[in-house]
């Protein structure tokens, strides 16, 4: 393939959270219309199947989208490599995934839950053709095409979901929904591909890829555990019910948290990896990012706590109410992880795969241990056992990091001393003028954008008047996208 047009970070910046806006648009639409189609029982059936199937996915990733990020030394040989294995585990599990869906449909007792996993397994088939393609676009922080490839994915997904789910099809849209997301990402991704001669199998360099891999893998599969575990052991212990609300609820904080995290972690991974390629300090740059992303998440996590009940009466309907009270909980698991945000794609991509590894093993076991625990309670145990998680998530990061890199955690404390500061008047002030409000004045809608406004105005208040650094980062930001709007079309190389 050959390289675009190097991007600098804040011109891929601009184009990832285009992509992470974009779509959280699409999701948020969607989950709007879908809350009245589907009842939470639906929900998390279809969680169940696609849990298992995404359990197998980790296998399939086998680190190989890392490898092609981080190598130093890319040839071709390596590229056709890493589609190889990738062909031939993706199907191979795909098959065996497809053959043990009675036994698993059997273990739940739910025959429905057989045909489910039958569909999404169509999503091994076609994986190959798009994994390595988006790891190179990745590499070389081609986000423009990435934009095209998740927009179109998202919309695929969207569609076919809702007009399943108003079909009544329960959740089987959802599960078709997931194909069809699959399906366009394949056929966009390789129609992006700038050569065709990545596409022919090999092998030549499989002890490469494995030696990388096999702890990469070893990672993704212990995140994917960690993951997934709620799904499989709510839904196992406590019914498809209360799964389909533990879901909502964490997808409520999920859907915003990651859209600041993930954009941010899908330009440092690539851009921490150059930086290491060209034998550069990391550390100031992380902190930096860490400053950027509590800025932004500690306000949104603190206004979605405050928000919870009318948010959820709002957008999803009365049958989803008893989500409500678990939001805020979910909420404060995922502010103590994010004091210590992107360990695992700085430590990759710094050659500490090793490391990586531990971490994973330390956190995805205290998850699984805490959910099998507290299912025997209530799904609100499960929700307040994040908090207990996110706080260890933050220890056990924050420790590897000062091993590795040298950060202390009064530096990463530090960093985030500003974020926290802005947070506080993003969530006091909203939730002191809906408390002053009587049932009659206070309906979710009104309530909902009565609370996002003054929080959205306290959060640009705090963050110019503390002079965070985020705000010159939004400003600078803005200036690039007008400039790469007004900037005329590159032509093609």
Request: net charge positive; proline share 5%; glycine share 6%.
């Amino acid at each position: 393939m050959t390289n675009p047009r190097p991007a600098n970070v804040r011109s891929a910046l601009v184009l990832v959270f285009a992509n992470r806006y974009s779509g959280l648009a699409i999701s948020f639409v969607s989950i709007i219309i879908l809350a009245r189609l589907l009842t939470p029982a639906q929900t998390g059936l279809f969680s169940v199947a696609a849990s298992v199937v995404l359990l197998a996915q980790s296998i399939r990733d086998f680190g190989i989208g890392e490898f092609l990020v981080q190598e130093k030394e890319l040839t071709s040989a390596k590229i056709r490599t890493a589609f190889g294995m990738t062909l031939i585990l993706s199907w191979s599990l795909g098959l065996l995934i497809f053959f043990s869906r009675g036994l698993i449909a059997k273990l739940y007792g739910t025959p429905e839950l057989s045909a489910l996993i039958a569909i999404v397994c169509g999503s091994f088939a076609v994986a190959p053709f798009s994994s390595t393609v988006l790891a190179l676009l990745n590499r070389n922080l081609a986000f423009g095409i990435m934009l095209r490839i998740t927009l179109l994915s998202n919309i695929a997904n969207a569609s076919v979901s809702l007009l399943l789910a108003y079909w009544g099809w329960g959740a089987k849209a959802l599960t078709f929904g997931m194909l069809a997301a699959n399906v366009t990402t394949a056929l966009v991704a390789s129609l992006s591909a700038r050569s065709m001669d990545h596409f022919i199998p090999s092998l030549q360099e499989w002890r490469r890829l494995a030696s990388f891999g096999a702890y990469m893998s070893s990672t993704n599969i212990l995140n994917q555990v960690g993951a997934r575990a709620p799904d499989l052991i709510i839904g196992r212990l406590l019914g498809y019910g209360p799964l389909g609300l533990y879901n909502r609820a964490a997808g409520i904080v999920t859907m915003f948290n990651d859209m600041v995290v993930s954009s941010v972690q899908a330009v440092a991974f690539p851009a921490f990896s150059r930086a290491h390629r060209n034998s550069e300090d990391v550390r100031e740059p992380y902190l930096r990012a860490l400053t950027l992303i509590t800025g932004a998440v500690l306000p949104v996590l603190a206004l979605l706590a405050v928000l919870a009940l009318p948010l959820v009466q709002a957008l999803l309907g009365s049958q989803w109410l008893a989500a409500a009270p678990l939001v805020p909980l979910i909420c404060a698991g995922a502010a103590f992880e994010s004091l210590a945000p992107m360990v695992t794609p700085i430590l990759s991509a710094t050659g500490w795969v090793r490391m990586v590894l531990r971490i994973a093993l330390s956190l995805r076991a205290t998850q699984v241990a805490l959910v099998a625990f507290l299912s025997n309670f209530d799904i609100t145990w499960i929700a307040a056992g994040q908090i207990v998680y996110g706080l260890v998530a933050f220890l056990v990061n924050a420790r590897y990091l000062r091993r590795c890199m040298g950060l202390q955690m009064g530096a990463l404390l530090w960093a985030s001393r500003q974020s926290a500061l802005v947070a506080l008047p993003t969530a006091l002030v909203p939730a002191l003028a809906l408390s002053l409000l009587t049932p009659a004045q206070n309906p979710a809608w009104f309530s909902l954008a009565l609370g996002l406004s003054l929080g959205g105005i306290c959060w640009f208040a705090a963050m110019f008047g503390l002079r965070h650094p985020l705000r010159g980062e939004l400003q600078s930001m803005l200036a690039e996208a007008v400039a790469m709007i007004r900037r005329p079309a590159q032509p093609p190389a």
